[in-house]
């Protein structure tokens, strides 16, 4: 079993920063990708960034040039440095990764519960 747990939401000022960190454990083998979606209220789930085991990174646009996503490979842990926060990235922030469990190399997706991110002066 596997659980991603998730940590650094909060309540931001516009043009703050903050850094959400999601952290797999459990039975993992190896991670292919993990990645970082939000929620905004009243509005679908939106990718917001990915990055794979070869910390090859895409990015929405409307976050380019203010977040950063980065992988720890050896703690099993994503990270998503946020900057220049606006009040439309304000949303509920979750995680997910395509891990695998043994040298099958099966990967399944699994995803954290969220955390919420407002920013609000």
């Known amino acids: 079993q596997v659980q991603l747990v998730e940590s650094g939401g909060g309540l931001v000022q516009p043009g703050g920063s903050l850094r959400l960190s999601c952290a797999a454990a459990g039975s993992i083998f190896s991670i292919n990708a993990m990645g970082w979606y939000r929620q905004p209220p009243g509005k679908q789930r939106e990718l917001v960034a990915i990055?794979?085991?070869?910390?090859?990174?895409n990015y929405a646009d409307s976050v380019k040039g203010r977040f950063t996503i980065s992988l720890d490979n050896a703690k099993n842990t994503v990270y998503l440095q946020m900057n220049s926060l606006q009040p439309e990235d304000t949303a509920v922030y979750y995680c997910?990764?395509?891990?695998?469990?043994?040298?099958?190399?099966?990967?399944?997706?699994?995803w954290g519960q969220g955390t919420q991110v407002t920013v609000s002066s």
């Open positions: 990055i794979t085991r070869s910390s090859t990174s």
């Open positions: 997910n990764g395509d891990l695998a469990h043994d040298r099958n190399l099966k990967f399944y997706r699994y």
